[in-house]
């Protein structure tokens, strides 16, 4: 190996040209195999069954910083995700999964301020549906910008909440023409996005913002095959004391089972460990 140039241990892993090189300097012929990956094999296999169910819309909420995205999702909730977060601002993306009227509503909370802009590209990358929300009293803002710029190179039906309607300084109608100015016109005025008036405060329109939802996800149709091999996007990772490895896998679909091996691109291990946002082992 060192004659090569490559430094490397016996629990390394080597591409293919310098393996072919290590073999023909030993005086062995060497074969080139398939360059394609264990992750692309996998997607080669079908699976036994042709059943699809509707599935959960995965909604991304976007927005400006203290817009109150993760006070709106915290009321739809019931929950106090909003007192723990640090600082008041999302740190993490958080996947929750929701009931309304017997249909279930996958949500994403993305940060919203512009350090972790990346994270929120991500976040529109996997979603469905996206509920841009947008202060009443504060207007669009560059985060507001750059997320309908995220939204607009997903393709994915945006929907605009109007939030802190509740506060006497809410002005919609100016909201409204800055979404016009951005090219995210009202379907009352023609065009195609939805827009709801909400606050997350005291939980006025947020029935209605849940009724959209489940409405546009019916017209998108949303089927998969809800048996066989899982197949999903891992949303966050990282290693956690006394847990190890630990990641937020959304699963689009099939079944992840206790034991499975999950693939992702170079990476593998085994699930140990399966448990819901609540923390409950499933």
């Known amino acids: 190996m060192m004659n090569l140039g490559v430094i490397a241990t016996a629990n390394d892993n ?3 040209e310098t393996a072919i090189l290590i073999v023909q300097e030993m005086g062995h012929k060497a074969v080139s195999m398939d360059e394609r990956t264990v992750e692309d094999t996998l997607f080669d296999v079908e699976d036994n069954t042709n059943e699809k169910v509707n599935r959960p819309p ?6 400006h910083v203290d817009h109150g995205k993760t006070s709106l999702l915290d009321y739809i909730r019931k929950s106090k995700v909003a007192d723990k977060e640090a600082g008041g601002i999302t740190q993490h993306i958080g996947a929750y999964t929701i009931e309304h009227q017997s249909n279930f509503i996958t949500f994403l909370d ?3 301020h512009a350090a972790f802009s990346n994270m929120r590209a991500r976040g529109a990358n996997v979603t469905d549906i996206i509920i841009l929300v947008v202060a009443a ?3 669009v803002k560059p985060q507001t910008v750059e997320s309908i710029e995220h939204a607009k190179a997903s393709n994915v039906p945006i929907i605009v909440a109007i939030n802190k309607i509740d506060i006497p300084e809410s002005n919609i109608e100016k909201v409204r023409n800055e979404m016009i100015a951005n090219e995210i016109v009202p ?3 023609g065009g195609d996005c939805l827009f709801v008036n909400v606050s997350a405060k005291t939980g006025d ?3 209605t913002l849940l009724e959209t939802i489940v409405l546009q996800s019916e017209l998108l149709d949303l089927k998969v095959p809800n048996k066989g091999r899982a197949v999903g996007v891992v949303i966050e990772s990282g290693v956690e004391s006394g847990k190890g490895a630990v990641s937020t896998i959304l699963i689009t679909e099939g079944q992840l089972k206790k034991g499975d091996l999950i693939i992702v691109g170079e990476e593998f291990g085994k699930a140990r460990i ?8 499933l």
């Open 14 to 16: 080597l591409d293919q």
């Open 58 to 63: 995965v909604v991304t909420i976007m927005g």
């Open 110 to 112: 993305t940060p919203g």
């Open 137 to 139: 009293n504060d207007g």
């Open 187 to 189: 379907d009352d005025l």
């Open 205 to 207: 329109g947020i029935e």
């Open 274 to 281: 399966l448990m819901n946002e609540n923390n409950q082992k």
